[in-house]
């Protein structure tokens, strides 16, 4: 019935966990009643817990006390009169009580900027301290949610030592302790908590799971389980993901105006495409992007602003930041002090021979200049004059691969194995099935550098590193 993402406490599974649901609803708590405590307090009360709302601001708890809505949105003013008429909502500035009462407690207090560009934590220590405070005298396996926007390690680093300094209990035995980011559009919060995009629970005991599973299981019968700070880092890339859906649109925008372009004619067609566009596809962590479009169409569109003198820096930023990804790889080979490099995968994808701007290529190059012996091997590569002809395309692009491109020969073995067999780094850059086994049979001392992840068993290996895992 769940989903299960990850490992708990990052080493081990809990398998068999089965959901055991109870007519019994939790009583909760919510410790601050802004945007997204507030929401939480009348949509929990919504599907039947009793709960209690908690802040330190008296006007807030005044407000909410009487049913009414401490901000503008949608149907808030509603569920929060409804839950307060059902007996089943109260608010209170007395946070130990608040605690005492209930059987979870979700926190929802401010995470600003600090005065150095970070997160500032201080609200959820001061919580934790009370949180604490209130779970010494009480009796029972008490459970605390921490719902802000917060950097990984925040719940675990932060907030669980203060709980347990003050509470005289141990995580995951005393209490428990869980990172639940919420996904509320303003506006539309109250839709959005009935029906999500996706519910993470982030936790380190299964216990606490269950019982985060049971709460959503009306709103959401599938939730997605994983660790803490998986947790925490989805809530950060998701609105950066978000933002930076709207900085290109804005550039797509301010490219078409000066050549009167419809932009919105544009984007309309461009997000009707849910197979690439909109999609899991490219989204996964992994090496640089290359080939015959993409590098030679971005730098057409940068080209193409710079005429029109318009400024598009997240599109400008596009190849430097490709480019520091190959940069990586050259690093981590560079780092293990390796004199022979097996790369496994040179054209620039899986089941092609096309050689165009193929990010392998950059690596093999950076990696012989720096007095590497590199040999390689790629199923689709036959060395031969049809391969040299396709450095035509791209000699005004990386006019410094020609002499790689035209001594291919010289380094291409005709097997996996045979490439493997005595390198001390094997490099994998594309995610062919064959390659496993190959792992498997190289020589002991050889480390893999993957950049593609080529299977999760090779993650077991002491002599093992992934590019961005």
């Known amino acids: 019935m769940n989903m299960f993402v990850g490992n708990f406490e990052t080493a081990r599974e809990l398998d068999g966990f089965e959901l055991k649901h109870s007519d019994q609803k939790k009583a909760i708590s919510v410790v601050g009643l802004g945007y997204v405590g507030a929401v939480s307090l009348a949509c929990l009360s919504d599907l039947g817990h009793r709960v209690v709302g908690t802040d330190i601001d008296g006007q807030k708890v005044e407000s909410i006390s009487w049913g009414e809505s401490p901000i503008h949105e949608d149907r808030l003013g509603e569920l929060l009169t409804q839950g307060v008429a059902e007996d089943l909502l109260s608010a209170t500035t007395d946070l130990k009580k608040a605690v005492m009462e209930t059987d979870v407690t979700f926190v929802s207090v401010g995470t600003p900027t600090s005065e150095d560009g970070g997160c500032d934590t201080r609200a959820i220590e001061a919580v934790a301290r009370g949180i604490g405070e209130a779970l010494a005298a009480k009796d029972g396996f008490h459970i605390v949610v921490l719902r802000c926007s917060v950097p990984p390690g925040t719940t675990l680093d932060i907030m669980k030592p203060v709980l347990e300094q003050y509470s005289g209990k141990i995580a995951g035995q005393g209490f428990g302790i869980c990172f639940n980011p919420e996904f509320l559009r303003e506006g539309t919060a109250i839709a959005d908590f009935h029906a999500p995009p996706k519910t993470v629970i982030g936790v380190s005991d299964p216990k606490t799971a269950a019982v985060l599973a049971e709460i959503y299981a009306p709103v ?94 997240l599109m400008d930023s596009l190849t430097p930041s490709n480019e520091k990804q190959v940069e990586q790889a050259v690093d981590l080979v560079r780092d293990t002090g390796a004199k022979k490099v097996a790369v496994l995968g040179v054209a620039f994808k899986p089941g092609t021979d096309d050689l165009r701007e193929s990010p392998a290529l950059e690596l093999i190059a950076q990696l012989q200049e720096e007095g590497a012996e590199i040999v390689a091997y790629d199923p689709a590569i036959q060395p031969g004059p049809h391969i040299t002809k396709q450095f035509d395309y791209m000699r005004y692009a990386a006019p410094h691969l020609k002499n790689l491109v035209d001594g291919l020969a010289d380094f291409m073995q005709e097997t996996p194995e045979d490439a493997a067999r005595d390198a001390d780094v094997i490099v994998v850059t594309q995610k062919l099935p064959e390659l496993r086994s190959v792992l498997r049979c190289k020589k002991e001392e050889a480390t893999v550098v993957d950049l593609v992840r080529i299977s999760d068993e090779a993650r077991n290996s002491s002599r093992y590193i992934g590019i961005g895992w």
């Open 220 to 313: 959401d019968e599938n939730p997605i389980v994983t660790t803490v700070e998986v947790a925490e880092l989805v809530k950060y890339v998701d609105n950066v993901w978000h933002a930076t859906k709207v900085v290109f649109a804005n550039e797509v925008g301010r490219l078409c105006k000066p050549m009167g372009i419809d932009s919105h004619a544009v984007m309309d067609i461009f997000v009707q495409d849910t197979k690439l566009n909109l999609s899991p596809y490219y989204l996964k962590p992994g090496f640089a992007f290359g080939g015959s479009c993409l590098p030679k169409e971005v730098r057409a569109v940068n080209h193409l602003a710079e005429k029109l003198g318009v400024a598009t820096p």
